[in-house]
């Protein structure tokens, strides 16, 4: 049985102010056990969160896959652990669009995460264009063998996926929950291929892609898919609360 979550990213959103009463609000009103409840927020803000919040866990949203050096503007792994941190997500479309995150970086970065036990939040996920060309499985195939090259998992429930198909993100259009579904048992295949069934049936899938109150049930009773990973429906205290509920189906 795998443990549900329910995973924030914040993205670029939210003022220290705006973040520290969003854990007073929503902190007293969320289910104690039985779900994983994680906040992916912009690093500066992270201190303050691990400081504040005591059932929901801080993940950062990106880390670099040096220990320390001349790479400015970036955020280490051995500073995410000396906040206390204890997620990170790595290859999120948005940074492999805009950033240059490349297959070959997330790689690195999933070694990276795993010597400092940080827990990956590893995205993949297809393009409108991929998905219309029937290429779903291609890509997924293509990202996570990339991905997970050479990567020796020792604590599976460690280890994170998150299926986010590029056209539902941030687009009001989430993928039916039989795609999402598809797409997930797929992912779980792919790991039973490179790792076993021991390993890959304790590695948590998540959907993510417009995630909200209305849509995410059907989702989350899927049977790959172990939680949600929520850009928009995040930042709303009341719907972050209802989406925890959702995942003790
Ligand atoms: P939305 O929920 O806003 O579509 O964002 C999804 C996402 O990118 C989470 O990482």
Redesign the pocket.
Same mark, same amino acid.
């Given at each position: 049985m795998r443990k549900p979550i329910l995973a924030g990213?914040w993205k670029m959103n939210k003022t220290r102010d705006a973040a520290i009463h969003f854990i007073l609000e929503v902190e007293p009103k969320l289910p104690k056990d039985n779900v994983d409840v994680i906040v992916c927020a912009p690093a500066i803000l992270l201190r303050d969160l691990v400081k504040r919040s005591e059932v929901i866990k801080v993940g950062a949203q990106n880390m670099n896959e040096h220990d320390s050096g001349a790479y400015t503007g970036e955020i280490s792994p051995v500073m995410l652990k000396d906040t206390k941190v204890e997620y990170v997500i790595l290859g999120?479309s948005e940074r492999r669009a805009y950033y240059n995150e490349t297959d070959a970086t997330v790689n690195a970065k999933i070694k990276k995460a795993l010597e400092f036990e940080l827990k990956p939040i590893v995205c993949v996920g297809e393009t409108l264009e991929q998905r219309e060309a029937g290429k779903t499985n291609d890509v997924l195939s293509n990202q996570i063998k990339k991905a997970f090259d050479g990567v020796t998992i020792e604590n599976p429930e460690n280890v994170i996926i !998150?299926y986010?198909p590029i056209w !539902?993100? $941030?687009t009001g259009k989430s993928a039916t929950s039989k795609e999402a579904q598809d797409s997930c048992k797929y992912i779980r295949e792919l790991l039973t291929n490179i790792f076993g069934e021991n390993i890959s049936s304790k590695i948590r899938i998540l959907y %993510? $892609? =417009?995630?909200n109150v209305k849509n995410f049930k059907d989702i989350i009773s899927q049977e790959d898919i172990d939680g949600g990973?929520? %850009?928009? =429906?995040s930042l709303k205290e009341d719907d972050f609360v209802e989406l925890t509920k959702d995942c003790l189906y």
């Open positions: 990213n999120h !998150a986010e !539902a993100i $941030g %993510g $892609g =417009s995630i990973l929520v %850009g928009g =429906s």
